[in-house]
């Protein structure tokens, strides 16, 4: 699957909640570069999913100490599938996982073009249709000193995840 169309930002498909800010200036210029990188990390991972129908998508971004990490997961029809359940290209996959890190770079870019604080951690989901709920870490989670990987952080998001979709159901 060629990904020409990875990077394409659709802000008509993707309806996420922006900010109202009464301040002018460099603010809304920082809040408008910050949710692009959100909305592509989004984007990005609709078109993995390419025409598999899911209702929801969760991003997870891990950006600590020079090491940037990106992975989502989906939920279609109450069930959670991981990005190998979506799409079974391993060199696809492996090109979302290595665009997805680049955006995280991006992103911590523009906090700092901006004096603004980056992240350690931000969880994305996107409801297909709905809207977008971002929360964001600032204190550190990964590292030697909490014995902590962001695979971890991500495999444990997942599977609370998909046991809230088991409670649902």
Not at 63 to 70: L, M, P, V
Not at 151 to 159: A, H, K, P
Request: aromatic content about 10%.
């Amino acid at each position: 699957m060629p990904f020409g169309l990875f990077k394409k930002k659709n802000k008509e498909t993707i309806k996420a909640e922006e900010s109202k800010s009464h301040d002018s200036g460099k603010k809304k210029v920082f809040e408008d570069a910050f949710m692009e990188i959100q909305e592509g990390l989004i984007a990005l991972s609709m078109e993995l999913a390419g025409s598999v129908p899911v209702d929801e998508i969760y991003v997870y971004g891990s950006i600590e100490d020079g090491a940037y990490s990106f992975n989502a997961f989906y939920v279609k029809k109450g069930q959670v599938l991981p990005t190998h359940k979506i799409n079974e290209d391993l060199p696809t996959i492996k090109q979302f996982l290595q665009l997805g890190s680049h955006d995280l770079i991006r992103l911590e870019e523009v906090c700092r073009e901006y004096d603004r604080p980056v992240p350690n951690e931000l969880k994305l989901h996107y409801i297909v249709g709905g809207g977008l709920d971002a929360h964001y870490e600032y204190e550190s989670i990964c590292g030697p000193e909490s014995g902590i990987s962001p695979t971890d952080v991500f495999r444990n998001w997942r599977e609370r995840v998909a046991k809230e979709m088991l409670r649902r159901n």
